[in-house]
């Protein structure tokens, strides 16, 4: 209770692997809340902040190619978000190895997670509900 990192069902895409993995990516960043503000060795940040981003990195391959297989108009735009918060957790990842991660950080992990899921993938959403899955060509 009481830390930054909360879920709330505010967020809820109906979709229910996207529902879940969204989940376990807030479950990851409340565990780097805890390291952070218990103010544990860096290395356990440093740890935390890895598995933030291995799960974003899953969650993103997973959530594209959900996009692709619909043809979703705006994928390339989506695309683009999900490379830019990786590069900053990449750059806050090698941060964490010569100072402290702060809370201020870890807030804005939160604001991007948030306004992203709430904005930019609920966009996506009647989409996929609406448009036939697109034809696979093969080679
Ligand atoms: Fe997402
Ligand atoms: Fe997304």
């Given amino acids: 209770m009481g830390g930054i990192v909360e879920w709330t069902d505010s ?3 109906g979709i229910d692997e996207i ?3 969204h989940q376990t990516l807030f479950t990851c960043l409340e565990r780097l809340e805890k390291t952070v503000s218990f103010e544990e060795r860096w290395s356990a940040v ?3 902040l890895d598995e933030v981003e291995n799960f974003t990195r899953i969650h ?3 959530e594209e190619a959900l996009l692709r297989l619909h043809a979703y108009p705006l994928l390339a735009a989506h695309i683009l978000e999900h490379r830019l918060f990786i590069s900053k ?7 964490s190895l010569r100072a402290d991660v702060s809370d201020n950080l870890v807030k804005l992990l939160k604001d991007w997670l948030i306004n992203h899921i709430g904005k930019t993938d609920s966009h996506y959403v009647t989409h996929l ?6 034809a696979v060509t093969l080679p």
């Fill in 60 to 62: 993103f391959v997973v």
């Fill in 89 to 95: 957790l990449e750059k806050l990842k090698e941060q």
């Fill in 11 to 13: 967020l809820l895409t």
């Fill in 19 to 21: 529902d879940q993995q």
């Fill in 129 to 134: 509900r609406t448009a036939p899955v697109a």
């Fill in 46 to 48: 440093h740890f935390a």
